[in-house]
């Protein structure tokens, strides 16, 4: 890629400022972010990119940009290509969301009653849990009251309908679960074995903070082997497990994924309806769109809250839900490449393609330069940076030194570990690394070899180029770097 198409590309953020002029303002209707402040670094200079790469023995592809807060180009390596976008893709959903649906918009959850039939509506509320639907329970039984129920039906028609919103994990993932309009505790079943290998003890419950019912649609058993540790079968009539009794210790927990969402959810409502006078005939799933006199309903977070979640915690099931709900197509991947459009009509040039909202598919890939584009335009405009995490890699290396706080995303699969947002001074980045041939090799697979030390080295890595970025912008300000031959040295080839 020519140097020179890097810098116009880039500095394209510029004009979209003039198009989207006024300063950015917060999501939830408060006064602006003032800059973030820092000491300007003495002393020591940018570190170089290139030792940077090599001490990080990572193999495979590094890709970044970085742009100061008036758009000059600080720092770019492979900027245009396209990577696995991994969960860094879910800043774009994020956005995508707000524009379509807007901030304050809620989901519902509704119950009907139409003649002796009552029906659980979902509404494509992707954080609905145990606790929420237990007040939508209470709210139930009190309206229908000694009125009679002979039909139990759940509709999860609001959104496509998908067993696993990424094919090709390892089955017992509890980030691929299934979809549909109505979900229910991110659709995880939580299990608990206690008692060891002698006189084990299994419980699967719909668990939630206050209320934890037991899951009667998904049953376990254990199973004498060493592994698989966990094996699923859902050719019966409930969903069922087993568990490897030699793989296992003598007590724990897991959250797994639930594949009949629309079943689990109908069971835990009879369950909590009962418990408050209501007794409810096994749930069926329902085909049609419900009718009939609504007699409860809940309503979700506004969107706004609900996407801070998404970011925050990274859970795909949302992005994939908000995602679907705001372009209205019928699968993940018409959806992705809706939402793609969206964005080069949002004036962000560069090369990308999504198949779903998460970044869980393959085949969602952007460059670090689109990335960055994005950040520093659309998403700076709309304040998405009150919704990042703040100093997200402390966790794995600890706080960050120096008071140089970032508010970013991270994107983890098997040897892709990605890093976008807003450093200090205002700077807009996205780090990008992937290994392709070993990326491949464990694609699904849980924890492969090697993988953790190298995200760590991947993660190291990212720490060091902001750090480099933000001396780079310091420089810029001190008026350090201010010929043409001394920029293209500082950063480096593209």
């Not at 742009?67 to 994020?94: H, I, M, Q, W, Y």
């Not at 040897?415 to 690394?433: E, K, Q």
Request: hydrophobic share 40%; net charge positive.
């Amino acid at each position: 890629m020519d140097r020179r198409a890097v810098l116009a590309g880039l500095a394209g953020v510029v004009g979209w400022g003039v198009l989207n002029p006024g300063p950015a303002v917060a999501l939830d209707g408060s006064e602006p972010l003032a800059p973030r402040s820092s000491t300007r670094p003495r002393g020591r200079p940018p570190a170089d990119a290139q030792q940077l790469v090599d001490a990080a023995r990572l193999g495979g592809q590094v890709a970044f940009a970085a742009l100061a807060s008036d758009g000059t180009l600080l720092d770019a390596r492979a900027a245009e290509t396209a990577l696995p976008a991994a969960s860094t893709l879910k800043t774009v959903t994020a956005l995508y969301a707000l524009h379509r649906l807007g901030a304050g918009q809620r989901f519902a959850t509704r119950v009907r009653l139409d003649g002796e039939t009552l029906i659980l509506e979902g509404g494509g509320d992707p954080v609905m849990d145990s606790d929420a639907l237990a007040v939508l329970a209470a709210d139930t039984a009190a309206a229908v009251g000694a009125r009679p129920v002979t039909r139990f039906e759940v509709w999860g028609g609001a959104l496509p309908r998908m067993e696993q919103i990424a094919p090709g994990q390892a089955v017992h993932l509890p980030y691929n679960p299934a979809l549909s309009g109505m979900m229910l505790n991110f659709n995880r079943v939580h299990l608990d074995w206690r008692g060891g290998r002698g006189d084990l003890r299994l419980a699967l419950t719909a668990r939630g903070s206050k209320v934890a019912p037991p899951a009667y649609t998904a049953r376990v058993r254990p199973d004498d082997r060493s592994t698989p540790l966990f094996a699923y079968d859902g050719e019966g009539p409930v969903e069922q497990w087993t568990l490897a009794r030699r793989g296992i210790g003598p007590s724990g927990t897991r959250w797994l994924p639930v594949r009949r969402p629309e079943l689990y959810a109908g069971d835990v409502f009879q369950t909590l309806c009962r418990a408050k006078g209501l007794a409810l005939p096994t749930p069926e799933v329902a085909d049609l769109p419900p009718k009939g006199e609504e007699v409860a309903r809940y309503e979700s977070p506004r969107l706004q809250q609900i996407l801070r979640g998404m970011l925050v915690y990274s859970t795909n099931l949302t992005a994939e839900a908000v995602g679907l709900a705001a372009s209205g197509a019928g699968d993940l991947r018409a959806s992705g490449a809706a939402m793609a459009d969206w964005l080069r009509a949002q004036h962000v040039s560069g090369s990308y393609a999504f198949a779903d909202h998460s970044g869980l598919s393959p085949d969602s890939r952007i460059s670090a330069a689109s990335l960055t584009r994005m950040l520093a335009g659309p998403g700076r405009a709309a304040g998405l940076a009150d919704l990042l995490r703040a100093d997200p890699l402390a966790d794995m290396l600890g706080a960050q030194s120096g008071g140089r706080t970032i508010r970013a995303k991270t994107g983890t699969l098997n040897f892709v570990s990605n890093l976008a947002g807003y450093g200090p001074d205002g700077i807009s980045f996205a780090i990008l690394t992937a290994d392709a041939a070993r990326r491949a090799a464990t694609h699904g697979a849980e924890q492969p070899q090697g993988v953790i030390a190298w995200t760590i080295r991947s993660k190291r890595l990212q720490r060091d180029l902001v750090d480099r970025f933000w001396r780079l912008s310091s420089r810029d300000a001190a008026g350090k770097s201010g010929n043409a031959t001394e920029r293209q040295s500082l950063t480096g080839s593209y």
